[in-house]
T-cell receptor, first 116, second 114 residues
Framework: GAGVSQSPSNKVTEKGKDVELRCDPISGHTALYWYRQRLGQGLEFLIYFQGNSAPDKSGLPSDRFSAERTGESVSTLTIQRTQQEDSAVYLC??????????????FGPGTRLTVL | AQSVAQPEDQVNVAEGNPLTVKCTYSVSGNPYLFWYVQYPNRGLQFLLKYITGDNLVKGSYGFEAEFNKSQTSFHLKKPSALVSDSALYFCAVRDRAAGNKLTFGGGTRVLVKP
């Protein structure tokens, strides 16, 4: 079946502009995650959605970052007033988290954000 | 807090030789452990995971990893490396008691030379 998809694949913006990144999870996956990967580094957790529960926002680096998810489908990550340090690849993942299980997170191809 | 260390930035190995990529972790509770591979300009692909049970876990593309609780390690291994295994490998841990987020190591670049 279809995997996690993200759009756009590349985004170049000017410092101070707002950007919106989109993630379409695997159909039927209840959990959705956003991570950030800076050049040459590992992934940093940003935010996690699980069903109708309150999202875990503990990884968001500042109040310029926010994310929404509609039900168990599409999610958007918004970065306001972008800064050059926001330049990174933003990766989305989804998993089917049933009670008592630990399912694998499957990743999308990412959105490469460049802030000039 | 949970953390993952991949002590080698790069591993070089000749094709046909065994490949090992090291990973150690720290969690307060019992861990779930994962390995992912990233090819250039692509997202992460899942290789294998340890949840419970057998300490030796077998995964995709002939890879395996051994969970060692006493050494808090989860090294990735492949008996005979291929040139196509050249990629960036990430180890990740999830603390069962600390929610669903994964904490990743910094990655190890593997270069398999023909």
């Amino acid at each position: 079946g279809a995997g996690v998809s993200q759009s756009p694949s590349n985004k170049v913006t000017e410092k101070g502009k707002d950007v919106e990144l989109r993630c379409d999870p695997i159909s039927g996956h209840t959990a959705l995650y956003w991570y950030r990967q800076r050049l040459g580094q590992g992934l940093e957790f940003l935010i996690y959605f699980q069903g109708n529960s309150a999202p875990d926002k503990s990884g968001l680096p500042s109040d310029r970052f926010s994310a929404e998810r509609t039900g168990e489908s599409v999610s958007t990550l918004t970065i306001q007033r972008t800064q050059q340090e926001d330049s990174a690849v933003y990766l989305c993942a989804s998993s089917h988290e049933a009670s008592g299980s630990t399912d694998t997170q499957y990743f999308g191809p990412g959105t490469r954000l460049t802030v000039l | 807090a949970q953390s993952v260390a991949q002590p080698e930035d790069q591993v070089n190995v000749a094709e046909g030789n065994p490949l090992t990529v090291k990973c150690t972790y720290s969690v307060s509770g019992n861990p779930y452990l994962f390995w992912y591979v990233q090819y250039p300009n692509r997202g992460l692909q899942f290789l294998l995971k340890y949840i419970t049970g057998d300490n030796l876990v077998k995964g995709s593309y002939g890879f395996e990893a051994e969970f060692n609780k006493s050494q808090t390690s989860f090294h990735l291994k492949k008996p005979s490396a291929l040139v196509s295994d050249s990629a960036l490998y990430f180890c990740a841990v999830r603390d069962r008691a600390a929610g669903n987020k994964l904490t990743f190591g910094g990655g190890t670049r593997v270069l398999v030379k023909p």
